[in-house]
């Protein structure tokens, strides 16, 4: 095979992902896993039906439309206008995608040049660096830094250049539980009109804000015809496993979307969309229970957290709590998460692996709090002995 090494220098250092690493050790070690983002429940019976019911009257079995059955856009469209107020043609301007992973790999491969400049909050969800890099382009990190981890949008003004494109936001954003607020939104807003940059928005947390309110970026002005708006079902309704995600978009930006999405999966989760359909339509109840349940969560683990040492940042929204483990004597976020299975059962994720400069994550760790309270109980007890 001669010494060219197999993997492509664009994916050079993005190796398996720390969800991998510490799942697996959580499952060696019978920890438990608050590493990774997923319910330790699954989401509504009557939404597992449908599922069910669609498979059995064979709804979905064979290709689905490339973009998405037209009741799963019709519903997203409804849930945008719903929600956020804004309205977008489901038969133009919404693509159904394998989750939001897809959705943000058909984006960024879809929209970016080699050589295009992207701006990303660090610390970033992992797949943005890979994608960025499989698209051929720069990424460039505007880094939120505790306590507040608010942007500094002077920072964010400096950052951009002639050869910026994109700006690639996440809120609520996942590891920090930070909201963009709505002053910050206006500004950045502004400035990508100003610059002429496109927005794509990671929103899948938009039904997890616990103070505050979820403000969609593509409802200022301007933005509309900017703006790439993506979310998926897996964390709102608890079935990370079906990987139903979606764009909504102008009708162009989705058309461009579109064409790099049919050659990543072209379709998937066939009968899970006739699902997900009846889910976004659920009523306000479920989302408010949804929410307080998890906000309950927050509350549990938060305390938890702070008795056992840890200097906890409550989150504004997002499922995650990141804290600070200087005050346990601990400076590594990495060796720490690395020896915690060992020292009393439990998984966290090191948020060093989610910034470009390791250093200003260092001390930090991440937990979840989407499982059951009697395993967030046991969870904190563990934690205690530190
Ligand atoms: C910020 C963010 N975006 C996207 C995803 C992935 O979403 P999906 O499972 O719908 O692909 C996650 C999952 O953890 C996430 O935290």
């Not at 890099?133 to 951009?160: E, H, I, K, N, S």
């Not at 066939?270 to 949804?290: I, K, M, S, T, W």
Request: hydrophobic share 45%.
């Amino acid at each position: 095979m001669g010494t060219r090494p197999l993997l492509n220098q664009r994916l050079h250092g993005l190796g398996t992902t720390i969800f991998a690493e510490m799942s697996a050790l959580a499952a060696a070690t019978g920890s438990i896993n608050l590493g990774q983002g997923f319910p330790d429940t699954d989401g509504p019976r009557g939404i597992a039906e449908a599922a069910a019911r669609a498979v059995l009257d064979g709804r979905g079995n064979q290709y689905p439309p490339g973009p998405g059955i037209p009741e799963l856009r019709q519903a997203v469209a409804e849930h945008q206008q719903r929600f956020r107020g804004l309205a977008y043609d489901p038969d133009t301007e919404v693509l159904v995608t394998a989750g939001a992973t897809e959705a943000i790999a058909a984006a960024l491969l879809a929209l970016l040049e080699p050589g295009d400049e992207v701006i990303a909050l660090e610390p970033f969800y992992d797949s943005y660096a890979a994608c960025i890099a499989m698209a051929g382009a720069v990424r460039v990190p505007l880094t939120l830094r505790a306590p507040d981890f608010r942007p500094d949008l002077d920072r964010l003004r400096a950052l951009v250049t002639p050869r910026t494109r994109l700006l690639l936001l996440n809120s609520p954003h996942n590891p920090t539980g930070l909201v963009l607020d709505a002053e910050e939104l206006a500004a950045i807003a502004a400035l990508a009109v100003e610059r002429d940059l496109l927005v794509v928005t990671d929103e899948v947390y938009e039904h997890l804000v616990f103070s505050g309110a979820h403000h969609p970026i593509a409802a200022l002005p301007g933005m509309r015809e900017r703006t790439v708006s993506i979310s998926s079902a897996g964390k709102t309704f608890s079935f990370t496993g079906w990987k139903v995600g979606w764009v909504t978009a102008a009708a162009p930006l989705v058309a461009a979307v579109r064409t790099a999405k049919q050659y990543l999966t072209y379709v998937s989760a066939g009968p899970f969309q006739y699902a997900v359909a009846e889910a976004l339509r659920l009523p306000d109840d479920y989302y408010n229970g949804f929410r307080a349940d998890l906000l309950r969560k927050r509350d549990l683990l938060a305390a938890g957290l702070t008795a056992a040492g840890f200097r906890v940042f409550n989150p504004e929204g997002t499922y995650f709590i990141t804290t600070d483990i200087t005050p346990l004597g601990e400076e590594d976020g990495i060796g720490f998460c690395r020896t915690l299975p060992e020292r009393c059962g439990v998984v966290a994720i090191p948020n060093a692996v989610f910034y470009d400069d390791p250093d200003a994550g260092r001390p930090l760790v991440r937990f979840t709090f989407c499982k059951r309270v009697e395993v967030l109980e046991e969870a904190v007890s563990r934690l205690s002995r530190l």
